[in-house]
Each structure stands twice: as structure tokens, then as C-alpha cells.
């Protein structure tokens, strides 16, 4: 199977501008010892500048300033910590809890003698998150999360963006969940929030980065909840995985690796656009597909997947999604139908900016006045 994704993947290279060069043409570079070294971040804004601002035409100029900038945080509060103390002290603090407050002005108000109904199919959300965040424009930073009386810390530091992804995926009670790309832990922690699940495994195939989540694990969820809910954590070659479990989970969240637009302009560090690392990110839109199919291999017929990546680029966004799809549909006979989010996302939009031409899924776009994201996710339903 992971050969059969690896040849398709490498034909949506091909669609998307990354063909090989032909063999008569390469060369190897020699770089002169007296040829300047541009840092990995500059290399990072000059790819950016190229490829984005055809992308984006003249919302280029204010993304590009917004990523640039000190990016926005929200608080989520940790259920299993005293959840409604730790709210009351973030609202002295003037944060919101902006799932909340989405939901009660999304919900239609009922009319006489009647109840309201919450929104079906593509428009339901992850229940049980609380996202605090300062309002648009103030820049105020939350005080780092401290261990409260319960013995857990607080509450957990994230880009709020990145919790659009689990509140897309729309965790049932006694759902069971695959985290296919876990690390760093941000989203397996929200997942394990909802309470819905009745197994999570949350699989990396890095063991210094499911090191790392299993610490944000320790430090957020006892040790009771964390055999009740039956975390299993991994560190799995995830393309494999529709070989490993298929059919097996109804949601799994496939938050693959990127290129992590708004780190790669700011840190040095485990930097993709790091010279010696070009072909690990020329190869990047194979290894999503793979690890897409896997993810929908895995998921039972009837189930659920949210794909979601960092980055602003189509080329590992829709282009990703689609590929993967027809793959599916041409090699198993299964049959991928993506969900219309326009209802999620007018929920959120007062919180977040969000880019109004994707062809599929949704994209938060950075913004000087929000200034979260990028984040791509796009959730889909296997029919067969």
C-alpha cells in the first residue's frame, strides 16, 4: 500500500511543479567557500515572497507582516484541573472564552414552543473545550500555566488556530480517535478534553517528540484518566498505517508535518529551509498524501478525518486533499467526500481571519489584529 500511495504521491509532485529534473541536466552544486550563507529564516522569506505572493496576490503584503510579528496565543483550560476557577481568573484577565461564546451566537435563537437543535453533519463540534484569547487588536500575553491545587497544570498555551481542527472533527461519546502526527501533544491534550473518547491513540513517528508528548500528558491528565481514556502513544511510521488498523477508528486527526510557515521565519533551529534539508521539503507533499491515504484507510467507513497543516501553501493544503481522494478512489474503490465547513466557519470568524478563496477545506491567514495561524484543516467523511 505505502508504495502504491508513494507513486501517486509522486505524480500530484508532478501536477504541483515539483517534478525531478531530468538526469541529463544535474549537477552537483559546488558552493564557493567565500559564497555567502543566507540564514535559514531569510531562505524561508525569499520562498515565501516568490510562491505566495501569487498565491495570495495583494493579501501577501499583510500576511507576510502579520507572520513576522509576535503571534497570538489562547489559554485551554484543562478539565481536569478546577476548570471553572481557572476561568474566572482568566476573565479577570479580560480573555474570553472564544469557543463559547461562538457557539451560544451561532445557535438559532427557538422560536415559540420550540428548542433549538444543534447543527448536523458538518457544522457539529468537539464538545467540552474552553479557548480563552484577548480580543482582536490587544496584544496582552497570558501569565505562564502553573501547576493548580489538583496536582495539573492549568491550563495549556497555543495558538487558538490550532484547536479549529479538533473542534472540526466533531468527537461523538465513546468515540475512538487515532492522532496520527501527535507531537508536540497540543491536540492530543484537546482531544483528550472533549471526554469523548473511548480509546485515543496518538502515534509520532519521532520518539524525542512522543518524549515531549508524553510529558504535556503527565503534566495536564492524571494518571487515571489517562488509563480510563486508554492513551495508547506510538512511534509508528504513520504511512503505514492503514496497513496496521484499518477500518478501526471513527475520527482520526492527521496533522501532518509542514512547513511550519511561521516557525520557518523565526527560528534557526530544526529550521526546514535549512539548506541540507531541501529535499526532505521538496518531498513534503508525498509524505502528506501518504500519510493522508493511511489516515483514511484507518478510519471505519461512516467515519470522520480532519487533515490540517501550518502552513499557507496549497501545494500541501487542497492540492494534498484532492490528490488523495482520487488516489483512494482510483487504487481501493473507496469513496472520500469532503464536508462544507462554511457553517464552522462563520462561527469563528470573529476570532479568526480566514482566507475566502480555498477550494476545499479552511485556512486561517495571519492578521495583524488576530494574529493566529496559518492553519489549514479540511475534514472529510468516508463513505465506503
Same mark, same amino acid.
Given at each position: 500500500?505505502?508504495?502504491?500511495?508513494?507513486?501517486? #504521491?509522486?505524480?500530484?509532485? $508532478?501536477?504541483?511543479?515539483?517534478?525531478?529534473?531530468?538526469?541529463?541536466?544535474?549537477?552537483?552544486?559546488?558552493?564557493?567557500?567565500?559564497?555567502? $550563507?543566507?540564514?535559514?529564516?531569510?531562505?524561508?522569506?525569499?520562498?515565501?515572497?516568490?510562491?505566495?505572493?501569487?498565491?495570495?496576490?495583494?493579501?501577501?503584503?499583510?500576511?507576510?507582516?502579520?507572520?513576522?510579528?509576535?503571534?497570538?496565543?489562547?489559554?485551554?483550560?484543562?478539565?481536569?484541573?478546577?476548570?471553572?476557577? +481557572?476561568? &474566572?481568573?482568566?476573565?479577570?484577565?479580560?480573555?474570553?472564552?472564544?469557543?463559547?461564546?461562538?457557539?451560544?451566537?451561532?445557535?438559532?435563537?427557538?422560536?415559540?414552543?420550540?428548542?433549538?437543535?444543534?447543527? %448536523?453533519?458538518?457544522?457539529?463540534?468537539?464538545?467540552?473545550?474552553?479557548?480563552?484569547?484577548?480580543?482582536?487588536?490587544?496584544?496582552?500575553?497570558?501569565?505562564?500555566?502553573?501547576?493548580?491545587?489538583?496536582?495539573?497544570?492549568?491550563?495549556?498555551?497555543?495558538?487558538?488556530?490550532?484547536?479549529?481542527?479538533?473542534?472540526?472533527?466533531?468527537?461523538?461519546?465513546?468515540?475512538?480517535?487515532?492522532?496520527?502526527?501527535?507531537?508536540?501533544?497540543?491536540?492530543?491534550?484537546?482531544?483528550?478534553?472533549?471526554?469523548?473518547?473511548?480509546?485515543? #491513540?496518538?502515534?509520532?513517528?519521532?520518539?524525542?517528540?512522543?518524549?515531549?508528548?508524553?510529558?504535556?500528558?503527565?503534566?495536564?491528565?492524571?494518571?487515571?484518566?489517562?488509563?480510563?481514556?486508554?492513551?495508547?502513544?506510538?512511534?509508528?511510521?504513520?504511512? $503505514?498505517?492503514?496497513?496496521?488498523?484499518?477500518?478501526? !477508528?471513527?475520527?482520526?486527526?492527521?496533522?501532518?508535518?509542514?512547513?511550519?510557515?511561521?516557525?520557518?521565519?523565526?527560528?534557526?533551529?530544526?529550521?526546514?529551509?535549512?539548506?541540507?534539508?531541501? $529535499?526532505?521539503?521538496?518531498?513534503?507533499?508525498?509524505?502528506?498524501?501518504?500519510?493522508?491515504?493511511?489516515?483514511?484507510?484507518?478510519?471505519?467507513? &461512516?467515519?470522520?478525518?480532519? !487533515?490540517?497543516?501550518?502552513?499557507?501553501?496549497?501545494? %500541501?493544503?487542497?492540492?494534498? +486533499?484532492?490528490?488523495?481522494?482520487?488516489?483512494?478512489?482510483?487504487?481501493?474503490?473507496?469513496?472520500?467526500?469532503?464536508?462544507?465547513?462554511?457553517?464552522?466557519?462563520?462561527?469563528?470568524?470573529?476570532?479568526?481571519?480566514?482566507?475566502?478563496?480555498?477550494?476545499?477545506?479552511?485556512?486561517?491567514?495571519?492578521?495583524?489584529?488576530?494574529?493566529?495561524?496559518?492553519?489549514?484543516?479540511?475534514?472529510?467523511?468516508?463513505?465506503?
Amino acid at each position: 500500500m505505502a508504495a502504491l500511495v508513494g507513486r501517486r #504521491a509522486r505524480d500530484v509532485l $508532478k501536477r504541483a511543479h515539483f517534478a525531478t529534473v531530468p538526469r541529463r541536466h544535474r549537477h552537483k552544486k559546488k558552493w564557493a567557500a567565500t559564497e555567502p $550563507k543566507f540564514p535559514a529564516t531569510q531562505l524561508a522569506l525569499q520562498n515565501f515572497d516568490m510562491t505566495y505572493s501569487v498565491q495570495f496576490g495583494d493579501l501577501w503584503p499583510s500576511i507576510r507582516v502579520s507572520l513576522l510579528s509576535e503571534q497570538k496565543y489562547g489559554a485551554l483550560v484543562n478539565n481536569f484541573a478546577a476548570w471553572d476557577h +481557572v476561568s &474566572g481568573e482568566l476573565e479577570q484577565l479580560n480573555a474570553r472564552d472564544f469557543v463559547s461564546e461562538a457557539i451560544s451566537h451561532g445557535e438559532p435563537e427557538p422560536e415559540s414552543g420550540q428548542t433549538t437543535t444543534p447543527p %448536523q453533519a458538518s457544522g457539529a463540534y468537539s464538545p467540552n473545550l474552553r479557548c480563552f484569547t484577548f480580543a482582536r487588536g490587544d496584544v496582552s500575553r497570558f501569565p505562564p500555566a502553573r501547576l493548580g491545587s489538583l496536582g495539573v497544570m492549568d491550563y495549556y498555551l497555543m495558538d487558538a488556530a490550532s484547536l479549529l481542527p479538533v473542534l472540526a472533527l466533531g468527537l461523538q461519546p465513546g468515540d475512538t480517535v487515532l492522532d496520527l502526527c501527535a507531537a508536540p501533544g497540543g491536540k492530543t491534550l484537546a482531544l483528550l478534553q472533549t471526554g469523548c473518547c473511548r480509546n485515543l #491513540a496518538a502515534n509520532d513517528l519521532s520518539t524525542s517528540r512522543t518524549g515531549r508528548l508524553q510529558r504535556v500528558l503527565r503534566s495536564y491528565v492524571p494518571q487515571d484518566i489517562r488509563d480510563r481514556n486508554r492513551v495508547r502513544v506510538t512511534s509508528w511510521d504513520g504511512r $503505514k498505517w492503514g496497513e496496521l488498523e484499518g477500518d478501526t !477508528y471513527d475520527r482520526v486527526l492527521v496533522d501532518v508535518p509542514c512547513t511550519t510557515d511561521r516557525h520557518s521565519l523565526r527560528e534557526e533551529e530544526n529550521n526546514i529551509f535549512q539548506r541540507s534539508r531541501k $529535499k526532505e521539503r521538496q518531498m513534503l507533499p508525498m509524505l502528506q498524501v501518504q500519510l493522508l491515504a493511511a489516515g483514511l484507510l484507518a478510519t471505519k467507513p &461512516g467515519g470522520h478525518i480532519v !487533515y490540517s497543516t501550518c502552513s499557507l501553501s496549497h501545494l %500541501q493544503n487542497e492540492y494534498v +486533499v484532492q490528490g488523495t481522494i482520487e488516489f483512494l478512489a482510483n487504487q481501493y474503490s473507496i469513496k472520500v467526500q469532503v464536508e462544507d465547513l462554511t457553517h464552522f466557519r462563520k462561527l469563528f470568524m470573529d476570532t479568526f481571519s480566514f482566507f475566502p478563496s480555498c477550494q476545499v477545506g479552511e485556512l486561517v491567514i495571519p492578521n495583524l489584529l488576530a494574529n493566529f495561524g496559518p492553519m489549514y484543516f479540511c475534514k472529510m467523511c468516508r463513505l465506503t
